[in-house]
């Protein structure tokens, strides 16, 4: 059915893995939960809370940040100097200036991401 609505992806999904990150950074709770904030802020979007931040087992930490129909997530992983980070979003939405405070703010020896259309 060319031109019915189902046709074209409601939504974008990235991933990102961004490796060899300082562990003081990976296991800054307060820093990992701004960071959220200011990703969200650049990307135009608009929290619909403040960012539910969990220590995790190993010094990690785990963030979500809710958004109106979308979210920003992330996981670190200190022993493995990674962070783990996942956003989903309507697709008028741009990842890019997400990415670049990302990016800025951690100082990651390598970043790999993958972007996909979902729904």
Do not use: C, N, W, Y
């Not at 997530?73 to 309507?90: E, K, N």
């Amino acid at each position: 059915m060319a031109g019915h609505p189902a046709d074209k992806a409601s939504h974008t999904h990235l991933t990102a893995q961004f490796s060899g990150v300082p562990t003081a950074q990976l296991r800054d709770a307060t820093l990992l939960g701004g960071l959220l904030i200011a990703a969200a802020s650049a990307g135009g979007f608009s929290p619909i809370g403040v960012p539910i931040v969990r220590q995790a087992g190993g010094d990690g930490v785990s963030a979500v940040l809710l958004l109106d129909g979308a979210h920003l997530a992330l996981h670190s992983s200190p022993d493995r100097q990674s962070l783990l980070f996942d956003a989903m979003a309507p697709s008028s939405h741009d990842f890019r200036k997400v990415m670049e405070v990302l990016a800025r703010r951690l100082t990651a020896r390598d970043i790999k991401s993958d972007t996909r259309s979902r729904g």
